[in-house]
């Protein structure tokens, strides 16, 4: 008997949060509904698929489409040597979105770089901070709608 | 600010700063230590220092612009980060490259694996205090940015690499060179064995200190030469194999213990295995037709003469790189022509040619992968570096993202040196190989 596929499997577990799937230049590609992030990526890293290894995370942003900003998740199964990306869309008005940090660790960091460079809030991420920017930098420089020279004000630098 | 520590640091322990340009934070990183004594109580890791806005200047560049940006990620391996985006768009793309290509390529990365694990080495070696362990690396590596600097006329921002090929064929002289800069890194990977394997002072300082285990490895995203020092073999080479990987014999060296010794032991063990690698693929490098171009007439010439008749005797390139005449090309490069940047002859002397070069070069045309996304990871110094490319059909990428492997490192420098002595930082540090142009982007 042939073993289900990843996609296969999520689609029976979440019937509600699994919205559109594809395969895309060899990589399995899923859509899934914003309030299940956390459900699928716990069920991802446990489940017999394991997917123990979050590749990446960062987000795009598509202004003048609603929703407009699409994060984008890599998993990695190092036993099964696959990827998988699952993507969920949230929009401006509701900048929100479950922390992956109880589950990786390296999702801190990467959820800070994300929030830094475009201002998505993570829910329970303990220590939601800028990463690459400064305290102080106004604007979040990988929006679109942010200018490729725009400049800031100088701060202090010591109090 | 490190606004974190300064807010939770106890009342009896001592906040210490390390960094942005400390002596040992080799890139520009800063570390604040809350210290009791000697030891770290806890510690706030401070990256961004290098922060140049590479995805947001890429987003507003061509596909074939933005190359050159490339160079600058791991500025120690620069032809890995070439070929790691190179290979994405290729995917996106669907390119086929000639095998000749294929085989410098492998030759071009391992070369700078090399590089990047003797830089990586070298730099640990000399904060431990061995300082001769650090001139012999980096005697090996001058060795290798020779035979780089031969063949893409620059040791570090190469460029090299480009859609659908290489820059260059190799030059006549490769193979001499190439052998020297193999014998000799092999001479030096054998000295520092000696010097350093069995060393206390090393031992002392390596030896089960930064020690992660297997779980928090894999948690926190590692991949490479820090992952496999865990045990895990997971190299993205073997496991998506690329390029010609799958026809060459090598192995996958693996650590155990997951200290910084394994580290250095696991990076010395894979430099050996990319000898072999370089040695197998300059033996099965499918040999050039033609012959080396020797005479000819100048680019110079070429154009006065063309302006008259259509040119037809071969054309000596003098200012350009020996080896991208347009005889190699087939061996060099897909000929694909919306793709491609045509061969300068033919842009000097045939209208046709020109036509090819200005469609290629003009804003909004040129270089058009379809609508789509696409992620593509090559092994590179580190790990996995992984391009994530969305494209809307147009001439730029709507948005570019870079999977740097020493981001996810970095990100456990916290974790490892919890409950350290200072001293301990530096090697774990060392052991990590941050790149800053990679972490801060």
Redesign the interface.
């Known amino acids: 008997m042939e073993e289900k596929t990843i996609v296969e499997r999520l689609r029976e577990e979440f019937p509600a949060g699994v919205r559109e799937s594809w395969t ?2 060899g ?1 399995d590609v899923v859509i899934i509904d914003k309030g299940m992030l956390l459900p699928i990526a716990t069920f991802l890293r446990d489940s017999p698929g394991e997917f ?5 995370l ?1 987000c ?2 598509y202004p003048g489409q609603e929703p407009r900003f699409e994060m ?1 998740y ?1 998993f990695f199964s ?1 036993s099964r ?1 696959r ?1 998988l ?1 699952i993507k969920t869309q949230i929009s401006e008005s509701d900048l929100r979105l479950a922390s992956l940090t109880a589950l ?3 999702a ?3 959820e800070r770089e994300v929030y830094d ?1 475009f201002g998505v809030h993570f829910d329970g991420h303990p ?1 939601l ?7 102080g930098f106004e604007g979040h ?2 929006r679109k709608d ?1 200018p ?1 020279r725009r400049r800031q004000p100088l701060i202090r630098l010591k109090e | 600010m490190p606004t974190r520590i300064q807010k939770q640091a106890r009342q009896d322990t001592m906040l210490l700063n390390m960094g942005p340009s400390h002596p040992a934070m080799h890139g520009t990183i800063r570390v604040m230590l809350e210290l009791d004594g000697e030891r770290i109580v806890n510690s706030e890791v401070e990256v961004g220092y290098l922060h140049r806005g590479f995805e947001k200047t890429c987003e507003h560049r061509t596909y074939f612009n933005l190359l050159p940006y490339t160079d600058r990620l791991n500025y120690v391996s620069p032809l890995i980060n070439n070929l790691g985006y190179v290979m994405t768009l290729e995917k996106l793309i669907g390119v086929e490259v000639p095998e000749r290509a294929q085989y410098i390529r492998v030759l071009m990365s391992e070369l700078s694996r090399i590089s990047d694990h003797l830089t990586c080495l070298a730099a640990m070696a000399m904060e431990c205090g061995a300082f001769t362990a650090f001139l012999y690396k980096m005697k090996a590596r001058e060795f290798l940015w020779d035979v780089i600097e031969q063949t893409t006329g620059a040791r570090m921002t190469t460029s090299y690499i480009r859609i659908g090929g290489v820059r260059a064929d190799l030059h006549p002289g490769f193979d001499a060179v190439l052998k020297k800069a193999i014998d000799e890194t092999r001479l030096v990977l054998k000295d520092v064995h000696g010097l350093l394997d069995k060393n206390k002072i090393f031992l002392n300082r390596t030896r089960d200190v930064g020690v992660i285990s297997r779980e928090d490895a894999v948690a926190f995203g590692w991949t490479g030469p820090c992952l496999r020092s865990t045990g895990i073999s997971y190299d993205v080479r073997k496991a998506h194999p690329y390029l010609v990987y799958d026809q060459l014999k090598w192995e996958v060296p693996l650590g155990d213990r997951g200290d910084n010794f394994d580290r250095y032991l696991v990076r010395m063990k894979e430099m050996e295995q990319s000898l072999r690698i370089i040695e197998q693929a300059a033996f099965r490098i499918p040999k050039s037709s033609p012959a080396f171009v020797a005479a000819g007439m100048s680019p110079s010439q070429a154009i006065k003469e063309s302006r008259l008749q259509r040119v037809r005797k071969a054309i000596a390139l003098s200012p350009n790189l020996e080896g991208s005449e347009e005889t190699r090309y087939p061996d060099i490069l897909a000929s694909d022509k919306s793709f491609v940047v045509p061969p300068k002859e033919e842009t000097y002397t045939t209208i046709e040619g020109l036509i090819n070069h200005f469609k290629f070069f003009m804003r909004g045309h040129g270089l058009r992968p379809p609508k789509g996304e696409v992620y593509f990871a090559v092994e590179g110094g580190n790990g996995e570096l992984g391009f994530y490319i969305v494209s809307d059909g147009t001439d730029r990428p709507y948005r570019l993202h870079l999977r740097a492997p020493c981001f996810h490192i970095v990100s456990a420098l916290e974790q490892l040196i919890r409950g350290r002595y200072v001293a301990d930082v530096i090697p774990t540090f060392g052991s990590m190989n941050m790149i800053g142009g990679e972490l801060d982007r």
Do not use: A, G, I, Q
Not at chain 1, 129 to 135: G, H, K, P
């Open positions: 895309s230049l990589d123990r290894m979050l590749l990446d960062t795009v942003d984008v890599h190092l040597n990827r990306r990786w660790k390296n801190d960091w990467l460079l220590d901070r800028r990463l690459f920017m400064y305290d420089p990988l942010y490729l």
